[in-house]
């Protein structure tokens, strides 16, 4: 068993009991705090005439309403607050991946528990205050810069505040300060050892040994790919903007599933058709309750993402239960030739054939009137001097793995290393041309 040994991490290891009895209690509280305080949400809680005194158990949360991003979007900016402009000290909008940005606030207290939940995470990832990490998120409105950058500090550990951009510089930031960690999204980190490599650099001679790679969703290929690359290992952490940010669930070393800080954050997955709660272990969206934060509490948020809830212990000796990679966004979903298809589900299946990098990129057109898709694929450069006969084959493959996978032929073009553009933040991975009728 691998005891977090940052004392900081007890809540971790807490005996369930008391876990729920705290979730319970944190829940009656931030539930009468938004009902006093948000109008909005108090109108919902008056439609369906729940009470606050109706929850009584942690089930009674189902008694609640969901909330959805449309619910930022109809109130933005400040509908959802629930202090007064005076006690708010930061505001982050999310990155608009989906639309117009949706605003969030933070308290002092809030930015607090965001701190202790990245310490935490980042403790169980086995840094610590000995560590150097360089901040490779956006720094701004952006939660991931800042909150990456806010809770290496609170670790104790050496931030360097890289931001985004200039990758060249931050391959030689990495080489000159000795940088143990890096934060930043995982399509970033790969540019970044591809361009240490141009600069004739070997990233697995570097000291940086953990890589925290998130905002993204990410395929157990790409990990390979990263780590083996860098020599170095990575972990998966998730959030969102309006829950709080990065920090939300992590990995620890055992790699099977990311702890949710679920003391901070109250999970549920439910069908996303229905709305129907499902069981732990069964696959749904993913819905989250914020139970200490007070500027903007969230209450059943539906994430959009899909994922399931790991409740068997870990090895690690964690109680707070897991939850499982997020499989896909909802949002990121396209249906082509009447299959609903997801970029990670082509991105696993790719990276199963040997000789192509995860630097893909999904173009939808319209040919005679039909749907098409094509998947462009990087070569890696070993694989990119073979033979025609040879990248006939490759293609092949990769046709097949994807086949298998979302059970339609695609149009596979391979293209030379370093043509597809490489992103900061978060990558596009599909353009979409097709008409619109
Ligand atoms: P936006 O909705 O504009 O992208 P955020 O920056 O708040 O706003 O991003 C949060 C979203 O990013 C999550 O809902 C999820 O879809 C995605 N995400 C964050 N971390 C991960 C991760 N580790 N794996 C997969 N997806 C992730
Ligand atoms: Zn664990």
Same mark, same amino acid.
């Given at each position: 068993m691998?005891?977090c040994t940052?004392?900081r991490?007890?809540?971790d ?5 008391s ?6 209690e944190?829940l009656q509280k931030?539930v009468?705090h938004t009902?006093?305080?948000v109008?909005?949400?108090r109108?919902?809680m ?7 005194s109706?929850?009584?158990t942690?089930?009674?949360i @189902? ?13 933005y900016?400040f509908?959802?607050c629930a ?5 708010i ?20 207290e809030d930015?607090?528990?965001w701190n202790q939940?990245m310490v935490r995470g980042?403790a169980g990832a ?9 901040i490779?998120?956006g720094?701004?409105l952006f939660?991931?810069? #800042?909150g990456?950058h ?6 104790g550990?050496?931030v360097v ?5 200039n ?9 000159d300060?000795g940088v143990t960690g890096?934060c930043?999204t995982?399509?970033y ?5 591809? @361009?240490?490599?141009?600069a004739?650099i070997?990233m697995r001679?570097l000291?940086?040994r953990v890589?925290?790679?998130g ?6 290929g790409m990990?390979e790919q990263?780590?083996?690359?860098a020599?170095?290992?990575?972990f998966d ?8 940010g990065?920090?939300?669930?992590i990995?620890?070393?055992?790699h099977?599933g990311?702890?949710i ?6 999970p549920e997955?439910i069908?996303?058709?229905t709305?129907e709660?499902?069981p732990?272990g069964?696959?749904g969206e993913?819905v989250?309750?914020?139970l200490s934060k007070f500027a903007?509490?969230m209450i059943?948020?539906?994430?959009r993402?899909? %994922? ?7 090895k690690?000796?964690r %109680?707070?239960?897991r939850?499982?990679r997020?499989?896909a966004r909802?949002?990121d979903m396209?249906?082509i030739r009447g299959?609903?298809v997801f970029? *990670? @589900? ?18 939808l057109t319209t ?5 098409n898709i094509?998947?462009q694929v ?5 694989a990119?001097?073979?033979q025609?006969?040879?990248?006939e084959?490759?293609q092949?493959n990769i046709?097949?793995?994807v086949? *298998?996978?979302i ?5 596979i073009? #391979?293209v030379a290393p370093q043509?597809?553009?490489? *992103?900061?933040?978060?990558?596009k991975?599909?353009i979409? @041309?097709?008409?619109?009728n």
């Amino acid at each position: 068993m691998n005891k977090c040994t940052d004392n900081r991490c007890a809540a971790d290891f807490m005996d369930v009991a008391s876990l729920r009895a705290l979730q319970l209690e944190r829940l009656q509280k931030i539930v009468a705090h938004t009902y006093n305080n948000v109008e909005f949400f108090r109108k919902r809680m008056d439609e369906r005439n729940i009470k606050v005194s109706d929850i009584k158990t942690l089930d009674d949360i @189902q008694k609640l309403p969901f909330s959805k991003k449309i619910d930022l979007r109809d109130t933005y900016p400040f509908g959802l607050c629930a202090v007064p402009m005076s006690e708010i000290v930061r505001l982050h909008a999310s990155s608009g991946t989906t639309g117009k940005p949706i605003v969030v606030a933070y308290t002092k207290e809030d930015l607090e528990v965001w701190n202790q939940v990245m310490v935490r995470g980042l403790a169980g990832a086995g840094l610590s205050e000995k560590d150097i990490i360089q901040i490779a998120y956006g720094y701004g409105l952006f939660t991931g810069g #800042l909150g990456a950058h806010y809770g290496s500090e609170a670790l104790g550990a050496t931030v360097v505040p890289a931001s985004v951009g200039n990758t060249q510089r931050q391959v030689m930031l990495m080489r000159d300060f000795g940088v143990t960690g890096i934060c930043c999204t995982p399509s970033y980190f790969l540019h970044l050892i591809e @361009q240490a490599a141009l600069a004739g650099i070997d990233m697995r001679d570097l000291p940086v040994r953990v890589g925290i790679f998130g905002a993204e969703p990410w395929s157990q290929g790409m990990r390979e790919q990263l780590e083996k690359g860098a020599g170095i290992e990575a972990f998966d952490i998730y959030g969102l903007s309006e829950i709080i940010g990065p920090g939300v669930a992590i990995e620890c070393t055992e790699h099977s599933g990311m702890h949710i800080f679920e003391d901070h954050f109250y999970p549920e997955i439910i069908d996303p058709d229905t709305g129907e709660v499902l069981p732990d272990g069964e696959l749904g969206e993913l819905v989250l309750t914020t139970l200490s934060k007070f500027a903007m509490p969230m209450i059943r948020y539906r994430t959009r993402d899909l %994922t399931r809830i790991i409740a068997e212990p870990c090895k690690c000796g964690r %109680t707070i239960r897991r939850i499982d990679r997020i499989s896909a966004r909802s949002d990121d979903m396209f249906i082509i030739r009447g299959v609903n298809v997801f970029p *990670s @589900q082509i991105e696993s299946a790719l990276l199963t054939v040997p000789g192509v990098t995860a630097n893909y990129l999904i173009i939808l057109t319209t040919e005679k009137g039909m749907d098409n898709i094509e998947l462009q694929v990087e070569m890696s450069p070993e694989a990119f001097s073979d033979q025609v006969k040879v990248l006939e084959g490759l293609q092949r493959n990769i046709a097949k793995a994807v086949e *298998s996978v979302i059970g339609l032929r695609i149009r596979i073009k #391979l293209v030379a290393p370093q043509t597809i553009a490489r *992103s900061e933040g978060k990558a596009k991975r599909v353009i979409d @041309q097709r008409l619109k009728n």
